[in-house]
Structure formats: structure tokens, C-alpha cells
């Protein structure tokens, strides 16, 4: 059999070599997300892939592997471009040991081999660059595909990538691999299209727990109690004690207790930490559901409605107070008023809604208008709307972080929701006074939304204001009960 008729895996561990941590030259055996790699992203008949990973899992070897044995095989043309002139060199020398160190000859000669470009005399030519222009790809035409490493970290990756994707062909290999770099940028913004089901790209995340390296051995006898997190996260992702304790020896080393999400990413949603800091850190460990379907019977729920304007959403957040669970969340724009409202009340009706906060800034017709409209449904719904200011919204999170952390609540896991909660920061003025908002907001970013922050807040505050009146009926006739809090939680934080 020839290495022609060797699948990809067998192919790199016969006839490549690699130089490991070690500085010494290597066969090219996959590790295990490599082979993943191979088997789910190569075979899934997409050549599209945003991978989104942790830190040294390799990815930008297996593709330069994956583009050489392709270039043996036939004519191809790739390109590569890192986001750094260091990385681009390693890139070029990892090109040249692969050809160089080969064991024994393939049958094709290499040709030209100059900075940035080398070709073959079967057809084959591999460009790699530094994506460092906004013209970065034009001028070619790439019919085997491009890799873009690192593209989290470019600069200006909109521009750069939206000329090199005008060289390839429809049915060319594109792979954009990167760890997280802040929530902001070209590769956070696909992924974030990718989550709403608005892209052509298939997106394959790997988070640090999925590498069998990434563990660190327990000591004869030694044991781990775990932190309220870890436990969390065990449950979850099923980890074990060796991968808790790899994570702990992590998070010691210099800045990996700020920058850990981003490195060495768990979650998709949280993986993209922001430049302020979280108003909601861990917050995504108690995000699941759904937790109810329908209303229990005699049950009072409450909600919070955030108005929309202009480009905006109005957002409406319902809650079981009994249980502090999120029953309900959904967001409408691009309609009137009449129509949004409409969808409101008909949740609000459903769902046995007794009292609702609307935030009333530059609303009032749409609040009075909602009360009339909810009397015509008959609906014995209290309306108590709601003037955000910044004293108000600071206390608002304190409370709605106070609910997450140890009173029990449990929020759906909405991915648009996640994400907008991922982004919501604080920032403090030079008088002390604490903003709250999502990063970005403002801007000609549709992904900077915090509507349904802010309705999950109002939410929050009618539990509050429902448990504060003590006695309340319900939507029977006659019935009246007081209200129950939760089992207390501890601490996420």
C-alpha cells in the first residue's frame, strides 16, 4: 500500500515529523482532540469551521498537516496567515520540517521556497503570511482553502478576511481556529451568528477539559473538597479530581485567576471575557431549565418588562417567586407597540402573571396603555412601573447577584440571554458612582444588547416587591397565601 492510500492519521505518523516542547524531532502522532478533529470536523462534510479552543492543543499543527497531505495528494493551493510575524515563522518552519524530515521520498519535489511562498511540481503551491493587511488574500486564488490562526487576536480580521475569502472557492477548506480575545471582534461576532443560527459556518468548540493532557495525578490517598465552582462544574462536564486539581495549579500560575476563562475556555456563551469587569461573574452555572412548562395550579408569578427603541428589544422576564425559577423569557422588535404588547399580555395570561414592573424611562403611554390593555383582558395583574437611574440599576444587581449566589435562582438558558449576561460590565466613575451596561452599547454593534439583563433585573425587583406585600391573591377566587422562600444556596463566587 502507498502513502497515497493512507488515511490522514496513519499518513502524519509514518511520514511527518514534528519538533515537540522538548526541541526534539518527532513522528506526528495525533493527540486526542487532534483526532477529533479529523474524524468530526474533516469528515462532516462542511469545509466551513470556526474552532474555538483552548490554548496548545495543537490545532495549528493538525491543519498545516492536514494542508501539506492534501498538497502531496494533488494540485492545492493554501494560504495561512498568524496574527503575529512570530507565529507566521514557526508556521513556515513547521512547512519546511514536514518536506525536510520527510522519512522517505513522497514523489514530489518541492520546487520554490522563498519567505512566504512555496511550490510544488505536482501543481501545489502554500502561502504563509502575517495578517497584518486589509488586502491580506487578494491577488490569488486559494482552491484548497485558507487557515487562519489565532484570528481572535488580528487586527482589523474583518477587513483582512473578507478579501481572502473573495480568493476561495465555494467548496475550498476555511478554517478559522482561536482562542477567545474579549467579547468584540470579527471571530466573536461569527460565533455569536453561528449561536443564532444565522451563518454558513459550523462552529466546533473545544473547552481544556476535553485534552487528556490536561490533568494533574492525586497523591496516594489524597482527596479534593471542592468550592461551590468546581463542584458545579463537575456535575456538569463530569471532571474528575486529577482535571480539578490541573485547573487549580492553572489558575495559581501569574494572571491566570483573571484571564483563565479566556486561556482555557469551559463554556462557549462565557469564554469572552470583557475589557470591564463582569457585573455577573458565574453566572452561567445556574442557567438550565426548561423548569416548568406550564403554571402550577394557585401560583402567582411576577415579571419584568424592558421597553425597546430604535434598534432595541422590548424583553419580558417571568418568575416562579415560590421557587426562583425563570419560567419565561422572550424579546420582540421591528413591531409596533400595539403588537409587542399584545404578545406581552398573552404570556401574562398564561403564565398566572399577578404583578408585573415595566421600566417607565420615556415610556409612559406604553405603560398606561399596557395597564388599560390588561384590564381589558381581565387580567388581575398589579402593574408597578419601574424609573431606572444609576443608583437604581447598581442596586438592582446587587440584588439580582445576591438571588444567583445564595438564594437559589435558576435562570433559563437562553443562548442570546447568556450572551448579552457575558457582557454586561461595571465601570466606575471618577465619582465613585457605578455604570452598568453592555460592553459595546452605543456603538454600530447589533451584538451589544442588555435588554434582557435589564428585564431579568425587573424581575428580580417584582419577587422583591411581591414577597414585601405578605399576603396576595391569586388568580382563584377567594384564595390568599403567603409567599415561601427558597432553600438558601451557597455561594457561587
Not at 106 to 117: I, K, M, S, T
Not at 228 to 255: C, G, S
Request: proline share 5%; hydrophobic share 35%; glycine share 6%.
Amino acid at each position: 500500500m502507498g502513502w497515497q492510500d493512507l488515511d490522514f492519521p496513519d499518513f502524519c505518523e509514518q511520514y511527518l515529523v514534528i519538533q515537540d516542547k522538548y526541541d526534539q524531532f518527532v513522528p506526528f502522532i495525533l493527540n486526542n482532540v487532534q483526532r477529533h478533529f479529523y474524524e468530526t470536523v474533516i469528515a462532516s462534510g462542511n469545509t466551513k469551521h470556526l474552532i474555538l479552543k483552548a490554548r496548545r492543543f495543537g490545532f495549528t499543527t493538525v491543519i498545516q498537516a492536514f494542508n501539506f497531505w492534501q498538497s502531496m495528494r494533488q494540485a492545492s493551493r493554501f494560504m495561512s496567515m498568524a496574527h503575529d510575524e512570530t507565529t507566521t515563522q514557526f508556521l513556515r518552519e513547521m512547512a519546511r520540517i514536514f518536506y525536510d524530515e520527510l522519512p522517505r521520498p513522497l514523489g514530489v519535489q518541492r520546487e520554490y521556497n522563498n519567505y512566504g511562498q512555496t511550490t510544488y511540481d505536482n501543481g501545489s503551491r502554500t502561502t504563509i503570511k502575517t495578517a497584518g493587511s486589509k488586502v491580506g488574500g487578494r491577488g490569488g486564488t486559494f482552491g484548497g482553502g485558507i487557515h487562519a490562526s489565532e484570528v481572535a487576536f488580528w487586527t482589523d480580521a474583518r477587513s483582512i478576511m473578507s478579501g481572502a475569502l473573495q480568493a476561495v472557492s465555494p467548496d475550498a477548506w476555511v478554517f478559522l481556529e482561536s482562542t477567545p480575545n474579549g467579547a468584540q471582534g470579527m471571530f466573536y461576532e461569527e460565533v455569536q451568528k453561528v449561536l443564532a443560527g444565522e451563518s454558513d459556518f459550523a462552529l466546533h468548540f473545544y473547552p481544556w477539559f476535553m485534552f487528556d493532557e490536561y490533568q494533574a495525578a492525586l497523591e496516594p490517598g489524597e482527596t479534593l473538597a471542592y468550592t461551590d465552582e468546581e463542584a458545579a462544574l463537575v456535575e456538569k462536564h463530569n471532571l474528575t479530581p486529577a482535571q480539578i486539581k490541573w485547573r487549580r495549579r492553572k489558575m495559581r500560575e501569574p494572571e491566570m485567576d483573571v484571564l483563565f476563562t479566556q486561556e482555557y475556555p469551559e463554556d462557549v456563551e462565557t469564554c469572552f471575557l470583557t475589557s470591564g469587569n463582569s457585573a455577573f461573574p458565574n453566572v452561567h452555572l445556574v442557567m438550565g431549565g426548561p423548569y416548568q412548562d406550564k403554571p402550577k395550579p394557585n401560583r402567582v408569578y411576577v415579571a419584568g418588562l424592558d421597553w425597546g427603541q430604535d434598534e432595541n428589544y422590548t424583553s419580558l422576564c417571568i418568575f416562579d417567586p415560590d421557587t426562583f425559577e425563570e419560567v419565561y423569557l422572550d424579546r420582540w422588535r421591528h413591531m409596533l407597540y400595539e403588537s409587542i404588547r399584545a404578545e406581552v399580555i398573552k404570556a401574562c395570561q398564561f403564565w398566572q402573571v399577578g404583578f408585573i414592573v415595566p421600566e417607565k424611562n420615556s415610556m409612559s403611554d406604553n405603560v398606561e396603555s399596557l395597564i388599560r390593555e390588561l384590564s381589558t383582558a381581565s387580567l388581575k395583574t398589579t402593574v408597578e412601573p419601574f424609573t431606572m437611574t444609576l443608583p437604581e440599576k447598581h442596586n438592582l444587581v446587587t440584588s439580582f447577584k445576591e438571588a444567583y449566589q445564595q438564594l437559589g435562582m435558576r435562570l433559563l438558558d437562553v443562548s442570546y440571554a447568556k450572551h448579552e449576561m457575558n457582557i454586561f460590565v461595571k465601570k466606575q466613575t471618577a465619582t465613585n458612582l457605578w455604570t452598568y451596561g453592555a460592553e459595546g452599547k452605543g456603538g454600530s454593534d447589533d451584538e451589544a444588547q442588555d435588554d434582557t439583563v435589564i428585564a431579568r433585573l425587573l424581575a428580580r425587583y417584582a419577587m422583591l416587591r411581591y414577597q414585601l406585600t405578605g399576603v396576595t391573591k391569586t388568580s382563584a377566587p377567594g384564595l390568599y397565601r403567603t409567599p415561601s422562600r427558597p432553600k438558601r444556596r451557597g455561594p457561587l463566587s
